[in-house]
């Protein structure tokens, strides 16, 4: 099959994902093969193949919003049915037996394994998973449109339930990438009003569009105080001016796995009982009640289509601003 491979980890200007031939996955025990038809680009990628994340494996196929059709089932394998639409997301597998699975916070666990990360992910005509962690995605979203909801979506979702953000509240949105564009169509039906800081123009002008209340500079003061504000923006410097635009015990939460360091900040920014906390990963539950509540809106994702073998125009776009919504990946087969 085709697959574009990331031999070793480098600055995505040098374009370091190959288009190639690489074996076809058989699906193992319990594991699905799936026709890979979309798969969106997210920065964790970005991450993954300029080594911000230390390296899992290598060489390895990045991508972790797959949508695709069930072809082929593994031993055992009796959920998924041939044909059938799913969705693959950055939780490929976890031991299911740590204290933190345990808790009920598998996003949490000892012993996870990521899709295109530890595992080869979805930038290839097909794809392996466990029929556990697959996804039904709800019938009125077009495969294009489902694939950011995969993780820009779910982890979006997840950061909106950790702020405590409720009905009527202001909700700061720092960074207003894929996640944000997802995430403030949930906060809208949630009728809460969304203050969105982001450096570069189309996205202010989308967040606009989308039903925000404002849209400014990353660093330009919101125009009221904020009861939580979530940072997607890898940007540790961030961290403050967002803080500052908090009201008292109001809640800062960090979306991203990778960010880069925090500066120093006056306590003051931080008591009268503000919280800053940072969000990894999902549990399977936050993506089905996600995608439930997606259908409800119904939400609409904006992408932006790249063929798989233009995977590295797509990342370079994404790390320069370039991309209004979400970069996906269209798979057709050769
Ligand atoms: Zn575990
Ligand atoms: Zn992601």
Redesign the pocket.
């Known amino acids: 099959m085709k697959a574009c491979v990331l031999k070793s980890p480098a600055p995505i200007e040098t374009n370091p994902l190959a288009y190639m031939d690489v074996p076809l996955p058989n699906p193992g025990r319990g594991e699905m093969l799936a026709r890979v038809r979309y798969c ?1 680009v ?4 970005l991450h993954v193949i300029e080594a911000e994340l230390p390296p899992r494996r290598s060489p390895v196929i990045p991508g ?2 797959v949508v695709g059709v069930v072809e082929k089932l593994g031993a055992g394998s009796q959920k998924c049915q041939i044909g059938e639409r799913v969705g693959i ?2 939780l490929h597998n976890t031991d299911g037996t740590c204290e933190y699975c345990h808790a009920g916070a598998e996003n949490l666990c000892d012993n996870p394994t990521f899709t295109g990360y530890s595992v080869d992910g979805g930038y290839a005509e097909y794809i392996v998973a466990p029929e556990d962690f697959v996804y039904t995605i709800p019938s009125q979203f077009p495969d294009e449109q489902a694939a950011p909801l ?3 979506g779910i ?1 979006g979702f997840r950061c909106l339930r950790l702020s405590g953000i409720k009905p009527g509240g202001k909700l700061g949105l720092y960074g207003f990438g894929a996640a944000a564009h997802v995430g403030i169509q949930v906060a809208r039906h949630w009728d809460v009003d969304v203050y969105a800081s982001t450096r570069d123009a189309r996205h202010q002008k989308l967040a606009l569009e989308l039903g925000a209340k404002w849209a400014g500079g990353t660093f330009a003061e919101p125009p009221t105080k904020l009861d939580a504000a979530i940072v997607f923006a890898p940007a540790g410097e961030i961290v403050p001016a967002a803080l500052a635009a908090l009201r008292k015990g109001g809640v800062l939460v960090l979306g991203g ?1 990778h960010m880069s360091p925090i500066p120093s900040f006056p306590y003051d920014l931080i008591y009268q009982e503000r919280v800053i906390r940072s969000v990894a990963n999902n549990t399977r539950q936050d993506g089905q009640d996600f995608l439930r509540v997606a259908a409800e809106i119904p939400l609409r994702t904006h992408v932006q289509l790249f063929p798989l073998k233009e995977a590295n125009r797509a990342l370079n776009a994404l790390k320069n601003d370039a991309i209004p919504g979400a970069a996906v990946l269209e798979i057709e087969i050769e």
């Open positions: 969106g997210c920065r964790t990628d972790h919003q997301a950055w995969l993780c820009a982890i796995i």
